[in-house]
T-cell receptor, first 116, second 114 residues
Framework: AQKITQTQPGMFVQEKEAVTLDCTYD???????LFWYKQPSSGEMIFLIY??????QNATEGRYSLNFQKARKSANLVISASQLGDSAMYFC?????????????FGAGTRLFVKA | DGGITQSPKYLFRKEGQNVTLSCEQN?????MYWYRQDPGQGLRLIYY???????QKGDIAEGYSVSREKKESFPLTVTSAQKNPTAFYLC?????????????FGPGTRLTVL
């Protein structure tokens, strides 16, 4: 079963507008962490934002915010005031307990295209 | 500067050859990871290590081997048993534990089998 589901293979947004990238997750753990990463065409993975399962406030980092709905098991990324440099792949990830420690599981990603 | 280095950036291998990808970090992180990424896909975990001299198989370990003799180093060997090794390989590290511990990634190695 998919642990992290990103249902939008590709998204288009007009420059300066906001966009929401969807992410749902599946876990039976009470304690876990949710992350979003950006991957430009160069291939590097850039950490954007983190949300802990016990955090009551939605995480924000500059133009990035995470819309965390625990009961729905969703952790959508909102990018405000999109810029051309935001065009990239975006991955949602979850950290949870596993045999021998903890590991992070990634979704399949959403490719975002920002139009001028 | 603290960070993770991977070498080489591009690697070409003939079928039937083993090849080793290097990953070094100077962030003093206990945990290290190897991921494989195929074009247009997400990251799949190959191996991970929480401490020195210990490592665990991830979701796609077949055809790969690792070692963790030093805290700073976590090399990945792609063996001839790996049937389709052409991919982008990413190494990452983090502090151990469940709480806030983002993974820091290296720049990746692009492996092509000729």
């Amino acid at each position: 079963a998919q642990k992290i589901t990103q249902t939008q293979p590709g998204m288009f947004v007009q420059e300066k507008e906001a966009v929401t990238l969807d992410c749902t997750y599946d876990t039976s753990d009470q304690s876990y962490g949710l992350f979003w990463y950006k991957q430009p065409s160069s291939g590097e993975m850039i950490f954007l934002i983190y949300q802990g399962s016990y955090d009551e406030q939605n995480a924000t980092e500059g133009r990035y915010s995470l819309n965390f709905q625990k009961a729905r098991k969703s952790a959508n990324l909102v990018i405000s005031a999109s810029q051309l440099g935001d065009s990239a792949m975006y991955f949602c990830a979850m950290r949870e307990a596993y045999t021998g420690g903890f590991k992070t599981i990634f979704g399949a990603g959403t490719r975002l295209f920002v139009k001028a | 500067d603290g960070g993770i280095t991977q070498s080489p950036k591009y690697l070409f291998r003939k079928e039937g050859q083993n090849v080793t990808l290097s990953c070094e970090q100077n962030l003093n992180h206990d945990a290290m990871y190897w991921y494989r990424q195929d074009p247009g896909q997400g990251l799949r975990l190959i191996y991970y290590s929480q401490i020195v001299n210990d490592f665990q198989k991830g979701d796609i370990a077949e055809g790969y081997s690792v070692s963790r003799e030093k805290k700073e180093s976590f090399p990945l060997t792609v063996t001839s048993a790996q049937k389709n090794p052409t991919a982008f390989y990413l190494c990452a590290s983090s502090t151990s534990g469940r709480d806030y511990n983002e993974q820091f990634f290296g720049p990746g190695t692009r492996l092509t089998v000729l």
